[in-house]
């Protein structure tokens, strides 16, 4: 396995207070230091009791680098004044004696102990960040085949931050050539599946269901070959959250935290995270933590705290920091413009929305004006808030900004197949089909959802409450239960039905691990199937008799509906547990509600 980590000794640090009652404090600052550092993965530190052992008053730098066979020493001293404790600290590469780095930081007396953590989880941030950046400049001068694994990692992640088709599509060799040297390189099936993520979420809409199955995969093989890695875990909490499977975003965003939680750019992500989530306050505290440990932060930081703070109700604070912002993001300029709404400052509003409405038009529909509603069904879908409300209010303040509000017609582009539903708010109980998508809504809130089977067999039930509707009729087979079809040999129709059990088998145990996109993959084979058995012939145009049609037909309709009412309740809970109560399958099917619903169909 090659070697990504670069090794760093912490030698102790100079006690200049002369006083040595103070050994104890800097000893104290020495062990955290480490602490803090070894929870990044890209260095690798030598313990404390070696760089003791190693340091001795005659030994140079030379002579300690070589005995701990490190590539980089951080060194430096500890004044105590009368109101403060200075720490000067820095960075030296073993290789050439060249002080990469050098930093000084003050503790205020009084609250020292409280915030020495901090003081060493900040020279932790900003030393990781130096070497990373060293090692990029050397390895930008190399070519592919002369980079090792982790080398890869950075010319391809800096490549993911330009935000561009162009440059995921130059950054995915690299994530490659990492593999080729260290197939179970965590960090590049991350950087693969952050390339295809940002198309997913972001551009490429003609790509959606191929990106998505792409990012979800390799996000998952990242996880599953270095659990200790928070990066990892961020970037499929993030995939997990834009599949609407909540739950389990927030289980890994919550272990990444843990993992690192003083490690600034891990801090940023979790907090966006946080506030899709719907935990405004704890996204504010993490986006500001961030921006503290990492004071030369990319500008998409401030958006980070700019988000939860519009989410707060605090609009101006939001704006002042979204300005800072810039147009980092496509969708900064829409929330800068939805807060401005929202405060009163309507002419800021509708500046802000021509300027959100322009960068949409050049880095979205790439030149292409949008169709009515377009832009804030966009906002909506690439923002996955998992309160209702949060997503009213967002569209609320877009609104008032000047942006229309979806239409029919612009979730019906071919280009847009494969959506994830997005909050909305519909008056009444709808259950409507709209071109390839299905409008519904259900006490005061509606989503609208892909295509799938089921809402048929949904829509025909709602229509007719309390009455029991035959299986063959909602599969649209003729009423003749005790009638055989003949239409596959026994050893076709032995692999049809080990098929259909393989893959029940699979949707159960997807369901089980609330894995939807195995789930849905293993749906539409099992849906295909299911209609093939209906339909197909003999070979040699030979009949054969296959089984009870009543029996395949309850069975496929059982599984349609089921599958139905777990992806409506995905995107419109209330609405989702409503249809599991009311509804009834089996040979009979029923929509049976407690009371009597009036129903736009």
Sequence with gaps: MQQHAVSIAVLPFRNLTQDPGQEYLIHGFHEDLITELSRLPSLEVVAAQSSLAATGPDASSDTVASRLHASYLLQGSIRRGDRALRINAQLVETQNGRNLWAERFEAPLDNMFEIQDEIAASVANALAARIDTARLGRARRQPLTSLEAYDCWLRGFEGLRQGTLESDLEA???????LELDPHFARAYAGLSLSHFNEWSCQAWHLWDENESKAYDYACRAVELDESDALVHVVLGRVLLYRREFDDGEKHLDRALALTPNYADVLAQVAIGKYYLGSAEQAHALALKAARLNPLHDDWYYGMVGLPLFSLRRYEEALEFMLKAGASIVDFPAYRAAA????????????????????????????RAPDPGEPLDWVLRVNPLRRIEDALHLTEGLRRAGLEEPGVNSFGQPS????????????????????????????????????????????????????PIHCLELFGAPLEPGKADEV???????????????????????????????????????????????????????????????ERARSAVTWRIRSAIKKIQAAHPRLGQHLLNSVRTGTFCTYSPENNLNWQL
């Excluded at 040999?489 to 699979?506: T, V």
């Design 172 to 178: 995915r060799p690299f994530f490659e050539r990492a």
């Design 416 to 467: 847009l197949r494969g959506v994830r539903p997005a909050a909305l708010p519909l008056a009444g109980n709808v259950f409507r089909c709209d071109g390839q998508l299905w409008t519904v809504a259900f006490d005061g809130a509606g989503a609208r959802l892909v295509e799938l089977k089921g809402f048929g067999d949904l829509a025909q039930l709602l229509s007719q409450p309390h009455k």
């Design 488 to 550: 596959l040999d026994r050893r076709a129709r032995s692999d049809y039905h080990r098929r259909i059990s393989e893959l029940q088998m699979e949707l159960e145990e997807a369901e089980a691990f609330n894995d939807l996109g195995r789930a849905e993959r293993a749906r539409v084979e099992l849906d295909t199937l299911v209609d093939a058995l209906s339909k197909a012939m003999g070979l040699h145009r030979r009949s054969r008799k296959l089984g009870d049609p009543a």
């Design 340 to 367: 401005a709404a929202l405060s009163g400052n309507e002419e800021r509003a509708r500046r802000d929305c021509r300027s959100f409405l322009s960068d949409f038009v050049a880095k979205i529909t790439f030149g």
